[in-house]
C-alpha cells in the first residue's frame, strides 16, 4: 500500500504566538527547515523516507499506521488524515493519504 505525506503548512513562530520567538542563545527562532510546503514524499510498508525529520516521524506514525491497515477516521475523508508535528514552537501540519488502486 502507498501512502502520500505532503506537507501543508509550516508555521512561523511569529504565527503561533504572534511574536517573535528567542531560543536560550538569544536567536530567534526559524520556521522548521526540515520541509517545504508543498513536498510530497511516497511510502510504502511504513519506511520512513530519507532525509524525513525523525521528529516529525515519529508524530505521524501513529496516523500513517492506521491508513496503512486499511483504517479510517471518523473526522476526516475517506483514505486520508490531516496530522501534524508536535514541535510546539514552529510546527507542520501534513495532509496523508492512502493511494487507492482503482
Not at 532525509?51 to 491508513?67: E, M, P, Q, T
Request: glycine share 6%; proline share 6%; net charge negative.
Amino acid at each position: 500500500m502507498t501512502i502520500k505525506i505532503t506537507v501543508l503548512k509550516m508555521l512561523n513562530p511569529k504565527e503561533v504566538f504572534g511574536k517573535e520567538i528567542k531560543n536560550p542563545e538569544g536567536k530567534t527562532v526559524p520556521t522548521c527547515s526540515a520541509f517545504e510546503e508543498g513536498q510530497e514524499f511516497l511510502i510504502e510498508k511504513l519506511n520512513k523516507p530519507e532525509n524525513f525529520c525523525g521528529w516529525a516521524w515519529r508524530d505521524i506514525y501513529k496516523d500513517l499506521s492506521v491508513l496503512d491497515f486499511g483504517g479510517d477516521f471518523s473526522w476526516s475523508e475517506p483514505n486520508q488524515a490531516i496530522t501534524c508535528c508536535t514541535d510546539g514552537m514552529r510546527p507542520v501540519i501534513f495532509k496523508l493519504e492512502r493511494l487507492v488502486e482503482q
